[in-house]
């Protein structure tokens, strides 16, 4: 072409190319009107002709019209970054590049969509956004065949199949597919929570977090168990549900070998082993292993009752009591003890039961050193030494140390005799009375006079009986 071209503009030729058209474009050659001179036509303006596939890259064989156009592109193979941002220190291989990348710290944002009024500081931007308005999804992956409206979103989901994790925090070494999430997660490491919520104040370390709360706040529950039917407002509860009705336990405590469907509850489970308690009452300074034993204990400070039986109308703090409460009214005793065969309707009164059969004491009076099976036992008994009296009634003002003998004497007022003696029809309103009374008629006598040794069936007969004797002894 440059002979031809040499050919064409020579002396030898002159008659001739005075006839030819200076843009003629058969040799693929650009024409501008820029005067250039050589030897033999000094004063000559001629075409300048420019191949326009010239300047080769010699790595990605791209060809480019401009030298300098070649040498900005030659940057990208070099992996030379000479511009840098003086906001964040972020470095370019391009000042075009530098020059984009600056619009990011201006919050000005320029281009505007004209479906949803969206504004973008890229132009770039607002192209990939647009894109979620046409439904066009042209992007399918070649594993499962999902399909995408942007080429990156696919490049970045292509990650879930390949399982390379080439992004490591640096703090906690836990390695990511994307960058995105390794951000994310750095937020946990820097305590930092920008995200509030305009509801009730909360805080959160990201806005994914953030919109999931609001959710508690809408009451909208769109996850349905199909099982049960019973609805949530997070799709991670839902399945965190479901585990529920596979009875599956793969969350085993290395400890006690005690399973779990879910890896929360095993967490929660640890903390008995660790005997941590790092959740502190600013009422009394009692401490607790679980931050949500400590909201049940305030409601102790606070007095308020909000759960009612529907038998009875008592009143209860925490749904557990109330729960519990209900057992009386059903009558129901699932719990049966494998030594005597006595039943009861609470596993934990149960297991209080069995330290009868073990006759371990371990709960010792620091006044009397009478010891206890139970700490709820001693407690009471401490109120002995105390000589404090907090439970009045209300009708004859009498006062008790025990919650338990308030009760029992609030049942004298009431006239109401709920136990019945099966030999002889007799009514009582205690147990504790009937259970005295039946004594009578098994003629067991196991309280004896250590004076005269006369037995008695009950112990306040003994009693009344111990006054004759002192009275015998006032008039010796």
Do not use: G
């Not at 010699?58 to 193979?77: D, M, P």
């Not at 070649?142 to 490591?168: A, G, I």
């Not at 609001?214 to 049960?228: R, T, Y």
């Not at 099976?373 to 140390?401: A, D, M, T, V």
């Amino acid at each position: 072409t440059e002979q031809k071209y040499a050919e064409l503009y020579s002396p030898n030729h002159r008659s001739q190319t005075e006839d030819i058209d200076l843009k003629c474009t058969s040799y693929k050659y650009l024409v501008c009107n820029k005067p250039i001179y050589s030897q033999s036509y000094p004063s000559r303006q001629l075409p300048v002709l420019i191949n326009e596939t010239f300047f080769k890259c010699s790595v990605s064989n791209k060809s480019f019209s401009q030298k300098s156009t070649l040498n900005t592109h030659l940057l990208v193979h070099s992996n030379e970054k000479h511009f840098q941002c003086s906001v964040c220190n972020k470095s370019f291989s391009r000042k075009s590049n530098l020059n984009t990348h600056l619009v990011v710290h201006s919050n000005e944002k320029h281009f505007k969509c004209s479906v949803c009024n969206k504004s973008f500081s890229r132009k770039s931007n607002l192209n990939e956004h647009l894109v979620v308005h046409s439904n066009e999804k042209h992007f399918k992956c070649s594993v499962c065949n999902k399909s995408f409206s942007r080429k990156s979103t696919l490049n970045t989901h292509l990650l879930v199949h390949s399982n390379e994790k080439h992004f490591q925090c640096s703090v906690c070494n836990k390695s990511f597919s994307r960058k995105s999430n390794l951000n994310t997660h750095l937020v946990v490491h820097s305590n930092e929570k920008h995200f509030k919520c305009s509801v009730c104040n909360k805080s959160f370390s990201r806005k994914s977090n953030l919109n999931t709360h609001l959710v508690v706040h809408s009451n909208e529950k769109h996850f349905k168990c199909s099982v049960c039917n019973k609805s949530f407002s997070r799709k991670s509860t839902l399945n965190e549900h479901l585990l529920v009705h596979s009875n599956e336990k793969h969350f085993k405590c290395s400890v006690c070998n005690k399973s779990f469907s879910r890896k929360s509850n095993l967490n929660t489970h640890l903390v008995v082993h660790s005997n941590e308690k790092h959740f502190k009452c600013s009422v009394c300074n009692k401490s607790f292993s679980r931050k949500s034993y400590l909201n049940e204990h305030l409601v102790v400070h606070s007095n308020e009752k909000h759960f009612k039986c529907s038998v009875c109308n008592k009143s209860f703090s925490r749904k557990s009591n109330l729960n519990e409460h209900l057992v009386v009214h059903s009558n129901e005793k699932h719990f049966k003890c494998s030594v005597c065969n006595k039943s009861f309707s609470w596993k934990s009164t149960l297991n209080t039961h069995l330290l009868v059969h073990s006759n371990e004491k371990h709960f010792k009076c620091s006044v009397c050193n009478k010891s206890f099976s139970n700490k709820s036992n001693l407690n009471q008994h401490l109120l002995l030494h105390s000589n404090e009296k907090h439970f009045k009634c209300s009708i004859c003002n009498k006062s008790f140390s025990q919650k338990s003998y308030l009760n029992k004497h609030l049942l004298v007022h009431s006239n109401e005799k709920h136990f019945k003696c099966s030999v002889c029809n007799k009514s009582f309103s205690q147990k504790s009375t009937l259970n005295k009374h039946l004594l009578v008629h098994t003629n067991e006598k196991h309280f004896k006079c250590s004076v005269c040794n006369k037995s008695f069936s009950q112990k306040s007969h003994l009693n009344t009986h111990l006054l004759r004797h002192n009275d015998k002894d006032m008039y010796v």
